[in-house]
């Protein structure tokens, strides 16, 4: 039969004259791509019949493992009849045979395509045409007439009757040689195609068996990683305990020996000048032994911070404005004493509220401003380092007074908290600062040590680092639920916790009860402006970070 006439073509030249009844199987060239670094060496090849994305991210067809490279640096692809290529809104730019491309142009290939400055470069060239499989696309095109049996004018010629017609799997009696042919030529593919596909069917499994393998591997690895943070973290909790006990004790040693040495110069007692210089020697021994071991603490926090990366590392996650989130709740956590690795899901979820609750409200923005139009942060930071405390309590006033020095609160069974630090009366005699005649009554009193911001954040520090040092077991979180005064029963249940920071913390703490509404609502405020506190316009705000130029 000479009616149904079959050839395959790769591409049709604008000049070419062809069979109306002839069927024409086509697809466009496919590229090969070579990965070129920067000395010029060929680091991998590539072949791509459709579209094709490089980048550093390794959910890319080609991953490039190089900071100059963006995450998602470039996308090639077929369309409008030729190879275009798109800049993913690079950072560092994507240039063809030096020239910058701002954003999409048409490829004049064999061409060289160079990823920032990296040196980087990828060989982007036409491979020979691409084999065609059971699927590709049937098209009939249109030509100079040859005479056509009259019998079968009426046949249909439609892409799925003749696609029915060449891969049915017996032959019709009225087929033509072409089409018999094409079928040979199809059947013969598919012979070969099965045996390759048993090849790749066997490697896709090997593949699956490997990869179970090194996932059940990075699973070994990601649990030893962090069972070897965790413990770090908690040692170095020890640490910090110890060392905020010894400084309390060195500078209550140190005042003794110095009002020792006022009575001697004021009431002249005999006491042996040898006596004295063996309590100085001892003193700043004791001095350099904590400086030894804050050096000690500080190189273990990096030694820690490296084992987190290193869990982390094993973790695949993709970023995201959520995991940018968490991240900085797992910093404002870590920072504060609780340990990151053990973040509970619920407790993202609820800082996450309050972040809400203060993006509803102007009150964070006004007390920032408050806090560096009256130059307040520089005194709190520095006291702050001084005692070896958290820098995120700079946010406890926030919540306390939101900064107002002259600040005064209810009249309670347990007094009256006046300053910025809402001290009460006892508390702040207790830690250096006369409460002045009206220590009691809700009124100003310029005589009271609590209205000076100076003598109130020195007092309200200390009293911190007390509670951090004894019932909190350096967990800044149970430091904040100490602090309020809006339930006492909170300290009863922090006292009834074991005294170490492996059993005392803030996490353990909310298993084991439940957190009165007025404490949690003070401790996440708290928390949550923190948070907020270190990226501010991410979060919506218009201050700078409070904490940018101190170091942690």
């Excluded at 999409?104 to 064999?110: A, G, I």
């Excluded at 094993?314 to 690795?341: C, D, H, M, N, W």
């Excluded at 004894?470 to 100490?482: F, H, K, N, R």
Aim: proline content about 4%.
């Amino acid at each position: 039969m000479n009616d149904d006439k079959t050839v395959f073509k790769p591409t049709l030249s604008g000049n070419a004259v062809v069979d109306e009844d002839r069927t024409v199987i086509f697809k466009p060239d496919a590229l090969n791509v070579s990965l070129v670094g920067s000395q010029g060496e060929i680091i991998a090849a590539y072949s791509f019949s459709d579209r094709f994305t490089a980048g550093r991210s390794l959910d890319n067809s080609i991953v490039i493992k190089n900071d100059v490279v963006s995450r998602h640096h470039l996308e090639v692809k077929w369309e409008n009849g030729g190879w275009w290529i798109a800049n993913l809104q690079s950072a560092n730019g994507l240039y063809i045979n030096g020239r910058l491309i701002q954003q999409k142009e048409k490829l004049n290939l064999p061409c060289s395509v160079a990823l920032g400055l990296s040196g980087i470069q990828l060989k982007i060239q036409l491979a020979k045409h691409a084999e065609n499989d059971d699927q590709t696309q049937v098209k009939v095109l249109l030509a100079e007439p040859l005479p056509v049996d009259k019998s079968h004018a009426a046949r249909n010629l439609s892409q799925e009757h003749i696609k029915s017609r060449l891969l049915a799997e017996e032959a019709a009696d009225d087929m033509g040689d072409y089409t018999l042919m094409v079928r040979k030529l199809i059947h013969e593919d598919r012979v070969v195609r099965k045996k390759g596909y048993k090849k790749i069917i066997w490697a896709l499994g090997s593949l699956f068996l490997l990869s179970l393998g090194l996932a059940a591997y990075q699973q070994i690895a990601l649990n030893n990683a962090r069972k070897l943070a965790i413990d770090m973290f908690y040692d170095i909790k020890m640490l910090e305990v110890g060392l905020s006990q010894a400084d309390i004790k060195l500078e209550e040693s140190a005042e003794t020996l110095d009002k020792t040495m006022r009575a001697i110069s004021t009431e002249k007692l005999r006491i042996e000048q040898e006596q004295l210089k063996l309590e100085q020697e001892k003193i700043a021994a004791e001095r350099k032994r904590m400086l030894q071991d804050r050096e000690r603490l500080a190189n273990m926090k990096a030694k820690y911070r490296q084992y987190v990366e290193e869990a982390n590392s094993l973790r695949l996650r993709f970023p995201t404005k959520a995991q940018y989130e968490e991240e900085l709740i797992a910093k404002v956590a870590r920072e504060l004493g609780e340990s990151e690795l053990e973040l509970p899901e619920d407790f993202v979820v609820e800082v996450r509220k309050y972040i809400q609750y203060w993006q509803g409200s102007s009150r964070i923005q006004r007390a920032i401003e408050t806090l560096e139009k009256n130059s307040l942060l520089p005194i709190v930071i520095d006291t702050l380092k001084k005692h070896g405390m958290p820098l995120y309590f700079i946010y406890l006033p926030l919540q306390e007074s939101n900064y107002d020095t002259q600040a005064i609160g209810p009249e309670t069974k347990y007094g009256v908290a006046k300053g910025a630090w809402q001290l009460l009366a006892s508390t702040a005699q207790q830690y250096g600062v006369e409460p002045g005649p009206l220590a009691n009554v809700p009124e100003y009193d310029e005589l009271d040590g609590r209205f000076d911001f100076n003598q109130a954040t020195q007092a309200g520090i200390k009293y911190l680092r007390h509670i951090y040092s004894t019932e909190a077991q350096a967990s800044g979180l149970l430091v904040m639920a100490s602090y309020n005064y809006g339930d006492n029963r909170v300290k009863g249940m922090i006292n009834k916790m074991p005294d170490n920071p492996r059993d005392k913390n803030f996490w353990k703490f909310l298993q084991q009860y439940e957190l009165p509404k007025e404490t949690k609502d003070y401790v996440f405020y708290i928390f949550s402006a923190a948070v907020i506190g270190e990226d501010p316009q991410h979060f919506g705000f218009k201050f700078n970070p409070p904490l940018f130029n101190a170091s942690q």
